[in-house]
């Protein structure tokens, strides 16, 4: 593993163009023909373990882009694909760009290789585009490298002259294990995103330079060069919600940084965010990203729900053997304590269901886990062979009463803590009897040549009819119409497949079912914001994906605003939110944060969740996370049931500090609220309401359902 030395030492490269939002400026490009130029390095949301060096250079006649990607030492290149199936290339080492030179046109070209010589190539998701460009795939010592010559009649397009603009992102991506990283130049969470590219113009301007001097564990230094005309700019660095300003010498802006915090966060990494700014304030440059440390201080422990049968809690830490471990309940009392070994339990005998914390201690480091004790009958709600499943005032309800809805794609293999799990039926893995079944249509298959697409059965129609055939009890068959309905759909010959218009034919496929089968429920599934408005008119229930929280590294800081903006653009359609439990990878997700998106949909009015277990599923290690996935339906109906009907009240809350997502409801005779600390640190949750003030220490990510008259703590539900 890379350390974070080297690490920074890769991210800040040699800085010559820009992300150019709405109110900025723009850094420029050189436009001389025959002149190279490098764009230096850039990442989306984790700083990669190997960062690229990207470059491009105009000729006469076409374009080179160079992609330049350093191998660290005792790591492998991880090439897949072949001729007439490239784009399994993505699921290794590959190095990529994209183009746009007319931006208003929403047309770009995407052009790939991986390390074995394969290339890709597509005009936006279109892989019948088939450039005549010339590419070559070297290798030396310590790097791999991607060259392409592209002419400009291939993207249909002349040299650029001075002040032509384009839209650009150049990007890598690396397999490390079973995990997969990626970086890209725009810092774009979604590659396809137009509006996510960074922006070229070409000009003759000298550009400042950015370069790492130093970066280690507890400090970071960063050092930016300015040519002349830009020495009255400034420079700032966000890391962890902290901003730190260069000082400056010269035509040198130096900044020194600590990383180091006294609580260790459960997902370890520095949060960094540097921005050069011009003298009136505007934003001339600015990178997002992560740092991971090399050495990480970690404690783990064996679940998260602890049942009577469970006498002990057992874990693991690597503070040291000076370690201490303190049990407190949810009044911050201490009711165990021991030195912590690098492996232990600690008896939980006697104790009464409820919300207790496992604080680590170790010098001036420190760090905590929420455990919650459950009742012996702690279980899912069974669903009887008679409970109808209803949609009504756009809630869902079974057996009149209102449900929030869980389910799970299949996986080879799970380690579900508790096997009744699920009340929807989206996989084959620990569900409810007589759980509510969302299934698709089966007149559909996923294409990988000639081009990506899903191909439309030339017995679609009669396959539709024998499925629709099939008379649920209780009603509780959701048809789902398509998943990722936003993949191109095609008819006609399987070798040579016609494209038809996605959005047309589901939207007329739900209008002539929902006229044959009125009483039935159709869903559909899409995991591009932009094709939202396409698709959300042609089902009952809209199912949604975000690439940039439900299946990003870091999912918190996005979720709330994506569940909040999904769910004004659907109006008051019943919403299912798809959450990764093992994307983009087995490892990042933890047990906190999938508890804190539930709680979320709940403040932001979704209506389900699906835990997406596919690609590659669980190892059985992750014995927290499974006990989570499989325990978490049982804990929020009981809240749902009485939340999800309640009405707001708007300017109830007066004033609330810190970073926290929520929502206060008049629920019956008594005002609830919903509240969830967003930050992945503890964080007091103090709050001055209609009916008083009240603080509540809450640990990393942790959510709170509370009386808000009674200031009841979350132990007491």
């Not at 604080?359 to 069974?382: M, N």
């Not at 099939?470 to 016609?498: C, D, F, M, S, W």
């Not at 979320?600 to 690609?615: D, E, K, R, W």
């Amino acid at each position: 593993m890379v350390s974070l030395k080297n690490l920074l030492k890769h991210f800040f490269l040699i800085l010559l163009t820009t992300l150019s939002c709405a109110g900025t400026e723009k850094i420029s490009l050189s436009h001389k023909t025959g002149s190279s130029v490098k764009t230096g390095a850039a990442q989306s949301e984790l700083l990669p373990v190997k960062t690229p060096e990207f470059s491009l250079e105009l000729l006469k006649e076409s374009f080179k882009v160079i992609i330049k990607t350093p191998i660290l030492p005792g790591e492998k290149l991880f090439s897949n694909g072949k001729k007439h199936d490239e784009e399994r290339m993505f699921t290794g080492d590959i190095a990529e760009f994209f183009i746009s030179p007319e931006p208003d046109s929403n047309v770009y070209f995407h052009i790939a290789a991986n390390p074995a010589g394969l290339v890709y190539t597509a005009k936006k998701r279109d892989i019948s585009w088939n450039p005549r460009i010339k590419t070559h795939v070297s290798r030396g010592k310590n790097f791999w490298m991607a060259e392409f010559i592209i002419p400009y009649k291939e993207i249909n397009t002349t040299a650029p002259s001075p002040a032509t603009i384009w839209r650009a992102n150049f990007a890598a991506s690396v397999k490390t294990g079973t995990a997969k990283k990626s970086c890209s130049w725009s810092g774009a969470y979604d590659f396809h995103n137009l509006s996510e590219f960074g922006t070229i113009r070409f000009d003759n301007k000298p550009l400042p330079r950015i370069t790492v001097w130093e970066a280690n564990c507890d400090k970071i230094n960063i050092k930016l060069y300015l040519p002349p005309q830009y020495e009255k700019y400034q420079a700032v660095c966000e890391v962890n919600g902290t901003q730190y300003p260069a000082a400056k010498k010269g035509n040198t802006l130096s900044l020194e940084i600590p990383i180091q915090q006294n609580y260790i966060f459960p997902k370890q990494f520095a949060s960094v965010k540097l921005q050069l700014l011009s003298p009136e304030g505007k934003v001339i440059y600015s990178r997002s990203g992560r740092v991971e440390p090399e050495n990480r201080r970690t404690l783990t422990v064996n679940s998260f729900y602890y049942t009577p049968d469970m006498k002990t809690l057992t874990y693991q830490q690597t503070f040291g053997e000076n370690a201490r471990i303190l049990l407190k309940n949810a009044h911050n009392q201490v009711i165990a304590r021991s030195a912590a070994k690098r492996s232990g339990s600690i008896s939980l005998a006697g104790l009464k269901p409820g919300r207790y914390i496992v604080e680590l201690s170790s010098g001036q480091w420190h760090t905590s886990r929420y455990i919650r004790l459950v009742p012996k009958d702690f279980a899912a709600v069974p669903i009887a062979d008679s409970d109808r499943f209803e949609i009504k005032n756009n809630l869902f309800y079974l057996k009149n009463t209102p449900v929030f809805l869980v389910g799970a794609s299949a996986t080879p293999r799970n380690h579900l803590q508790f096997k009744n799990a699920f009340n929807m039926n989206t996989g084959n893995i620990g569900n409810l009897d007589n759980a509510v079944v969302f299934k698709g249509l089966g007149q559909t298959r996923f294409l990988r040549t000639p081009f990506s697409c899903s191909f439309l059965n030339n017995s679609a129609d009669k396959i539709i009819a024998k499925h629709m055939k099939t008379n649920p009890a209780g009603n509780r068959h959701v048809h789902r119409l398509a998943y990722e309905a936003q993949i191109q759909l095609a008819e006609g010959n399987i070798k040579a497949p016609r494209k038809i218009d996605a959005a047309s034919y589901y939207d007329k496929l739900y209008k002539k079912l929902k006229k044959e089968y009125p009483q039935r429920y159709f869903s559909i599934h899409i995991d591009k914001a932009e094709r939202l408005p396409d698709f959300i008119n042609s089902c009952d229930i809209f199912e949604y994906a975000s690439w940039r929280s439900s299946y990003a590294v870091n999912m918190m800081p996005n979720l709330n605003k994506d569940m909040k903006d999904l769910r004004q653009k659907a109006g008051q359609k019943p919403l299912i939110f798809w959450l990764g439990g093992s994307i983009p990878n087995p490892h990042c997700r933890m047990a906190e944060e999938l508890r804190a998106a539930v709680y979320c949909a709940l403040i932001n009015n979704i209506n389900g969740v699906i835990f997406h277990l596919g690609h590659g599923g669980l190892r059985q290690e992750r014995t927290r996370l499974w006990s989570l996935i499989s325990g978490i339906s049982a804990e929020i109906q009981p809240i749902y049931r009485e939340f999800a009907s309640g009405k707001e009240i708007p300017g109830f809350v007066r004033k609330v500090k810190g970073n926290f997502a929520y929502s206060v409801r008049k629920c019956g005779n008594v005002i609830r609220m919903i509240a969830v600390n967003l930050n992945p640190a503890e964080q007091t949750l103090d709050m001055q309401t209609a009916a008083g003030s009240f603080k509540i220490k809450l640990s990393p990510f942790e959510p709170v359902y509370v009386n808000t008259a009674a200031n009841i703590l979350p132990s007491d539900r």
